[in-house]
C-alpha cells in the first residue's frame, strides 16, 4: 500500500461569530474531503508537544514522527537545507524574515506579500552592506529567507513576526535565555542576542533608502522594511523516514515552503518543485495534484504541503481563507482521489493541517487538529463530514504526535 499525506497548513481555526458560529471547515463548501471522512476514519491529533510553539517547523516534523525533544534545532537549519545550504558545525542558521514596520508596530510578517525576485534583491542588498566572515544573509523565498552567524549561540528567545501582529516592535527584540549555557566555541547568549538586534537596526536603516521601498512609500504601499530573524539552531540530527518505517523505501515532498522542504530533506524524501507554486491562494493547486499523482507512480510515500490557508489567517482574511480550503478540497484532493481509487495498489491517503491559524487571532494556535485516513477498504466510523467538531467522535479518538504516523504507515490494508 501506497501513501499519501495531503496537509492544508494552518487550515484549522476556531468558532467564527461572522459563520454563525462554525468554524471554516464547517462552514467551507468541501464536498470531497467530506466524502473522505464518511469514507474514511477520522479522529484529532496533537501535533505540539508541551513545551514546545505552535510553529509549523513543529508541528510538521512531529507529524511525520520525529521526537521533537531529540531533532528540533528550529525552523533555520530545515530551511538551510532546502535551499542547499550545508551547515557547518559551527553555524548557528535562523530564519529571517522580511517584514513591515510602521508607527513603531509590526504590521506584516510578510514584507506586504513579498515576491521572491523582490526578496532576493533586498537579501543580496543587506549581505553586500552587512555580511561579513561572520555574518551571511542568504535567500530563500518571498518573504522568508535566511541568516547564519558562524559560533552563533542558538539559547537566545525570538518573537515570531506572526504571532505579534500590530504589536510594538521593540519590546519584541532578541534576548538571551535565563542561565544560557556557555558553550565551547560559540559566542554567547547575550553576545548574539545583541549582534542580531544590531543587524535588526541596521537593515530598517538600510532599507529605508533602497529604491525598491522609496517607490513603495511613493505609491502610499506598504515597504518591506526590516529584517525580523527568528527560530534558529544548529544542524539538526534525523533519522530518515525509511530508517524507521520499513514500509518506506522511497518517498517525496511537494511545497513551496523552504521549511517543509528541509525537514523532507533529513527525513530522506525527494523534493519536487511545481511550476507556479507559490505559498499562497494563488498557487498551483492543479500542478501540485498532478505532482502528488507521478510521485506515487514510483514512490511510497509522499507528502504534499499547501501554504496558503496559513497565510490568509495570519491576515486575518476570512473571505480568503474560505477559498484556500475550497481550493485545497476542489482542485487538489478531487484530483487526487479521482485518480488513485482505480490504481491496482491500494493508495492510503490522510487529510489535515498541522496547526490551527485562526483568523480572528492572526496567530497559531497550538489545540488538537482534525484528520482523516481513508483508502478504499477501511471499515468506516460514523463521521459523516471533516472539521474540528465532527472529529471528535472519531473512532481514532486523540492522537498525540508519533501516534498518528504509526496509525497512517501501519493502516492495514
Known amino acids: 500500500m501506497k ?96 517584514i513591515t514596520l510602521e508607527d513603531g508596530r509590526i504590521i506584516t510578517h510578510n514584507g506586504g506579500n513579498l515576491e521572491t525576485k523582490d526578496g532576493d534583491m533586498l537579501i543580496k542588498y543587506l549581505d553586500e552592506h552587512l555580511g561579513n566572515d561572520r555574518i551571511k544573509f542568504i535567500t530563500g523565498i518571498q518573504y522568508r529567507h535566511l541568516l547564519v552567524i558562524k559560533g552563533g549561540n542558538k539559547h537566545i528567545v525570538c518573537a515570531p513576526p506572526h504571532d505579534h501582529p500590530n504589536e510594538e516592535w ?31 537596526l541596521k537593515s530598517q536603516l538600510l532599507l529605508a533608502k533602497h529604491p525598491y521601498n522609496l517607490a513603495k512609500a511613493a505609491k502610499g504601499e506598504r515597504q518591506a522594511n526590516s529584517i525580523w530573524p527568528w527560530s534558529g539552531g544548529y544542524r539538526p540530527s534525523m533519522e530518515t523516514l525509511m530508517a524507521q518505517y520499513p514500509q518506506v523505501k522511497s518517498g517525496t515532498v511537494i511545497s513551496a515552503v523552504d521549511l517543509i522542504r528541509g525537514i523532507g530533506h533529513y527525513a530522506g524524501l525527494k523534493i519536487v518543485e511545481v511550476e507556479g507554486a507559490t505559498g499562497l491562494a494563488d498557487t498551483n493547486y492543479e500542478g501540485k495534484a498532478q505532482a502528488a499523482i507521478d510521485a506515487l507512480r514510483h514512490d511510497d510515500f509522499v507528502f ?26 476542489q482542485r487538489l484532493i478531487t484530483p487526487i482521489y479521482n485518480e488513485v481509487r482505480t490504481w491496482d495498489e491500494p493508495v492510503c491517503m490522510a487529510v489535515l493541517p498541522d496547526h490551527l491559524t485562526p483568523v480572528e487571532q492572526r496567530i497559531h494556535v497550538g489545540q ?46
Not at 476556531?14 to 477520522?42: H, I, N
Not at 463521521?383 to 508519533?402: A, I, R, T, W
Request: negative net charge; glycine residues 8%.
Open 3 to 98: 501513501h499519501i499525506i495531503i496537509l492544508g497548513d494552518g487550515m484549522a481555526d476556531l468558532p467564527v461569530e461572522r459563520l454563525g458560529g462554525k468554524t471554516l471547515l464547517q462552514y467551507a463548501s468541501k464536498p470531497m474531503m467530506d466524502q473522505l471522512a464518511r469514507e474514511g476514519r477520522c479522529g484529532r491529533l496533537i501535533t505540539v508537544p508541551e513545551g514546545f510553539p505552535p510553529g509549523s517547523e513543529v508541528a510538521n516534523t512531529a507529524i511525520l514522527g520525529y521526537d521533537l525533544n531529540k531533532v528540533y534545532e528550529g525552523r533555520g537549519p530545515l530551511e538551510a537545507a532546502s535551499i542547499g545550504y550545508e551547515m557547518a558545525d559551527d553555524d548557528f542558521a535562523i530564519r529571517c524574515n522580511i
Open 170 to 200: 521593540k519590546p519584541l527584540l532578541v534576548k538571551a535565555e535565563d542561565n544560557a549555557p556557555v558553550e565551547e566555541g560559540r559566542m554567547t547568549a547575550q553576545e548574539t542576542a545583541d549582534l542580531i538586534n544590531d543587524l535588526i
Open 368 to 413: 488538537p487538529v482534525p484528520f482523516l485516513i481513508w483508502h478504499r477498504s477501511i471499515q468506516p466510523d460514523d463521521v459523516q463530514q471533516y472539521d474540528e467538531v465532527s472529529c471528535v467522535s472519531g473512532s481514532y479518538g486523540l492522537l498525540k504526535l508519533n501516534e498518528f504516523m504509526q496509525t497512517f504507515i501501519n493502516t492495514a490494508q
Open 304 to 329: 504534499v504541503h499547501v501554504e496558503a490557508s496559513d497565510e490568509a489567517g495570519h491576515d486575518g482574511d476570512l473571505e480568503l481563507k474560505l477559498k484556500t480550503i475550497e481550493y485545497l478540497d
